[in-house]
């Protein structure tokens, strides 16, 4: 605890000498252009918009700028000439304007921006929010735009985001590596444990605002996470006076969720709060079919399980804003959580066994049936509770200090009661008891300052602490006996803590058409765990550095290139780490690994975006190697099988493989096709090489692709239809091949009572093809595992909104923005 607090009052302390700083402003210069940006109809100005001059013959660059809160630009140091002066502003028509520069500032007064708003046959289409804004460095999607996750979770929205994949049991990767960290709102959470084992099934998509994509994150974020970060940025109303929205839908097969938000911005206060129920039944079907050689003996064990799921969770969410002066916010954030799940599951297991007689030379076969039933049930408390601070300057408009401090208590208890065969000698029946205490913290500060017009330097410090408390209990119970004895060899209870001290800096520019960053950041790393029952202890510390460096050029005719490089890891975490069998599936038991090393990863990416005034199209080609790379591995455990008895028992535990690398070449496509039909496309491919654990085995591999097609269409006035394709190729693993999963989304909306309510249908895998099959072998072990969730679903739902809370126009983040800030949070530190 003290080496926490000397590493706070080092970070305020390195702050205050940061802000004291001081920096040289470099003279202005006669030559220029001035003028205000305001929308067409309110006469509104319109902040944060793009302005550029363009040389007349070649429409080169020359100069650009973005509007500031009351729209206002202004071009320095233009030499004379003639020019084109284009803005363009997201919800707008772009305006073009010709402009003669002699020596001194040209004031072009008010500029006026007519809205996208157009009416076509009684269809009116508005111009909006994008669905997908792509910024090279990072996607931004909103989720507004997307109707097939109404009434779902975060699962459903990150289901169709562009270079995302979720698996059925919440597996996430992007571009089909796995290790994805995953923020709320720029921070660590406790439903997404700390950016670790995310749940997402805990947060409800009418609560989410947007989902930023980062694939090659600069030093300013954390380091965390080889396949790159996900921040999912939650709603906050920012209208004056008092807003409301309210929301509920029902699904087929007892599905239901509910919604309500409430808002109210007064003087410099903002008060905010939401609740979110929801309750769930969900059917699985999981069949295993496995063959192991062992002695002499082949067995085959050829498994059918089918569960029923029924999740409930609430979710509350309430804070305030307040702001100390105009140039000082504070904000304050608490968030708890409660979720239940009961999930009972039969189980019907066919064993045979062929061994071959030694005196007849015949095989001999064995048969078993066995019958099971598992009930699992958890509760699981989380909350978070954030302090944010915000200062700026009004004098210099860039400069801007941050600070954020995050708990997230997390506990809870989960028991799963398994039995097997209850009236045969060979009967099973025992019970295992989890509980869990995870508390979470971490406290950061960042702070930006401009260096001359258009450089800056950002420095911060960060400090993060994981930390699990937890006791697992293995009762059985005996035949002849009633009670529950426990099994003291197969129970335990553990302790981890996890450190993380951080510190960066980073200094980006522009000169000309030519702009560049180039950071490093440091980050320490100390671990400590201990099994209390056999006082065995395993800690680990070490440091890392990891650089980063983006340079971008842009060309004519509204081009841009960019080539980025940065370094990250992926530490261990606890469930792959604790060295102590988990018995959940008594035939394959789950063993962690104390010797595992941390992933390291380099990022290689070059990306091209050419716009097209609406449509935009952006290409991307990455390359990214992980050594030390942590796979899951299956095998035979020979000394708990008895082939005898038809009892084969598997292994699975989790190893360090020499490395993966996977390059490929990632496409992105907006394209608004007529007035009332939008698309958007993305597609992927990419080469996938999985070396062999032991290295004299041939290294895995392949080549998978990846394609999302979103299309839009508003047949009559206040209808939009949506259809939503995704399709992911097979993939290799470090044991096998993962099979192909597709499955197309559809959903309608209709806006009634004067657009302050809306109607929704959708239904998520319209023709019921998503699955999740795994081949796996090993030597002497082969299997095939299939998991199918219910996920043809049909949802019917209804939201009204109330108060002020009415669509306004579009505020695009703004391009001096530090690219770890989000409408949600900073991401930095």
Known sequence: MQHTLRLLRAAFGLALLVVLLPFASRAQTSGGVTGTLLDQTSGQPLPFA????????DSSFVAGAQTAENGAFRLEKVPAGGYLLRASVLGYKPLRQRVVVQGSVVALGALRLASTATALRGVTVQGEKAAVVDNLDKKVINVSKDLTSVGGTAVNVLQNVPSVNVDQNGGVTLRGTSNVTIYIDGKPSGAAGGGRNVNLDQIPASSIESVEVITNPSARYDAEGSGGIINIVLKKQKQDGFNGQAGANAGTGDKYNTSLSLNRRQGKFNYFGSYDFRQDRFWSRNTTLQTSVAGGVRNVTDQISRQRQQPSSHAVRVGFDYSLTPEQTISVTVQPRLNHRLAPEDLVTNLTSYARSAKTGRDTTLYATLLGRNVVESNVRSADFTLDYRRTWAGQ????????AVYSPVGGDQTLLQRQNEDAPNRLVQQQLITFQLPQASAQLDYVHPVGEKG???????TTYRGTDGTYDFLVQPADRAEYQRDEARSNHYRYRDYVQAGYATYQNEKGKFSYQAGLRIEQTSTRGILLNTSQEFSRDYFNFFPSVTLAQNLPADQR?????????????????LPFANYSDPRNYRVGNVRLRPENINVLELGHQKSWGPATLSTTAFFRQTLNQVQRIREVDAEASDLNSNLVVTRTTFVNARHNTTYGLELSLNQPLTKWWRLTATGSGYRNIVSAVTGTEADNRNVAYTARLNTTITPVKKLDVQLTGNYRSANVTVQGRIAPVYFVDAALKKDVLQD?????????????????VVDAYNQGLESTFRFKRESRIA????????????????????????????TGGDLGG
């Open 50 to 57: 793009n302005v550029v001059l363009l040389q007349r013959q």
């Open 756 to 772: 302050r309510g809306s109607i929704t249908l959708r239904v998520s895998d319209v023709f019921n093809t998503q699955q999740f």
């Open 456 to 462: 800056r330097v950002d420095t911060g410090l960060k």
């Open 397 to 404: 408009k860039r400069r801007e200090l941050t600070a954020s």
């Open 795 to 822: 949802f019917l739902g209804f939201t009204y909104r109330f108060g002020n809370d009415q669509p306004a126009p579009p505020r695009p983040r703004r391009r001096d923005q530090p690219s770890g800030t989000t």
């Open 561 to 577: 290139l960019q080539l980025s490089y940065s370094r990250r890891i992926n530490r261990p975490d606890i469930s792959v780490l």
